[in-house]
Nanobody
Framework: QVQLVESGGGLVQAGGSLRLSCAAS????????MGWFRQAPGKEREFVATLSWSGGSTYYADSVKGRFTISRDNAKRSVYLQMNSLKPEDTADYYCAATFIGPSRQVSEYNYWGQGTQVTVSS
């Protein structure tokens, strides 16, 4: 069992930066691939970024590529999302998630989810 808790969301102006953190419980954190997803009001949850258990393989949605960076620290049982050059369309609730399968863009392939942290980007 893995419990995930996100933090770091907030209000930021367009062009600004935020760093989201996701703290995990459980000894097997290092065995999971991790992902970040987001959900804007009235929209479906969408893939943002994912990385392998080692952090050696990373994948991004086209909409955030070059602006967002996903990383992890297995010793701290944490995964991060550095978000730069934020745009109003990045406004959403952001969720971290864990999967046994490996890096995935599919919501359905994740086994554990956090409660989310809100990010608002003003224009």
């Amino acid at each position: 069992q893995v419990q995930l808790v996100e933090s770091g969301g907030g209000l930021v102006q367009a062009g600004g930066s935020l760093r989201l953190s996701c703290a995990a419980s459980g000894r097997t954190f290092g065995s999971y691939a991790m992902g970040w997803f987001r959900q804007a009001p009235g929209k479906e949850r969408e893939f943002v970024a994912t990385l392998s258990w080692s952090g050696g393989s990373t994948y991004y949605a086209d909409s955030v590529k070059g602006r967002f960076t996903i990383s992890r620290d297995n010793a701290k049982r944490s995964v991060y999302l550095q978000m730069n050059s934020l745009k109003p369309e990045d406004t959403a609730d952001y969720y971290c998630a864990a999967t046994f399968i490996g890096p995935s863009r599919q919501v359905s392939e994740y086994n554990y989810w956090g409660q989310g942290t809100q990010v608002t980007v003003s224009s």
